[in-house]
């Protein structure tokens, strides 16, 4: 499996975070995986309840300086 790709997120606010990883996720082929980096303190709740909802797996959540990370694996 290759390296996840990691798409910027940071500097957007509820509810750009979700929608634009909505967009590339319906890109992306089942198994595919990718960290979205963000900086909206919101997504915390938003991320996950976005992954449960589409049915997408949530790998890892990570807090970094000034944001946060997820992987998440598309069903």
Do not use: N
């Not at 750009?16 to 990718?34: C, I, T």
């Not at 991320?47 to 694996?73: K, N, W, Y």
Request: net charge neutral; with cysteine; charged share 25%.
């Amino acid at each position: 499996m290759s390296e996840p790709e990691v798409y910027d997120l940071k500097g957007l606010k509820c509810p750009l975070p979700v929608l634009k990883a909505r967009k590339r996720l319906a890109e992306m082929q089942p198994g595919s995986r990718v960290w979205l980096e963000t900086t909206d303190p919101l997504a915390v709740i938003d991320i996950p309840a976005f992954c449960q909802q589409d049915s997408h797996r949530l790998v890892e959540t990570m807090t970094v300086s000034g944001g946060h990370r997820f992987l998440i694996e598309k069903t």
